[in-house]
């Protein structure tokens, strides 16, 4: 009786969550570059973004994934972390800068042309205040912070804040 109640359990619980299907993507199945994952996030729209090694000439690609096909991503090489707001804006660390992207554009943002003292940024978080997006970026482990006015927020809706 026992055995019999614990196949019909079995069962049940296999038709009641069995309908996801899950797939495996790697070299052999698909464009993806390599079997290595550095970095995955899901935007609010349910877009995910995989950042993996692809070599020594071109060490990383982006690549985005819409049910059925890989799409490499052109803006972005590879990247530390990524956030993303409920209203669908990606903003990615990187070695290079910080790349905003949002409605089909994307910005980079460095010290060559914002108030940020390294354009390597290894990691950040995201919150979203009002209508701006507040992007936290840990320089070094004092807890002052200092907020700054990265672009003109009615443009690109975010501010960025660093420690001090």
Known sequence: MKKNLLILM???????????EWRSMNTE??????????SLGITAADDIYIGT????VDPSHVYSFDQDVWTETE???SFNTMKSSPQNHLVVATGEGLFHYANGEY???NMDNSNLTSNNI???EMEVFGRFIIVVIPLCLLTM???FLLVKPEIYGFLLVTKA
């Open 107 to 109: 910005s980079v943002f």
């Open 145 to 147: 912070y200092r907020l």
């Open 53 to 56: 090694p692809g070599g020594l």
């Open 75 to 77: 803006w972005i090489s």
């Open 10 to 20: 079995s069962l049940l619980f296999s038709f009641a969550f069995g309908q996801e």
């Open 122 to 124: 290894t990691c950040m």
């Open 29 to 38: 199945n698909s464009d993806i570059p390599s079997n290595t994952t550095i």
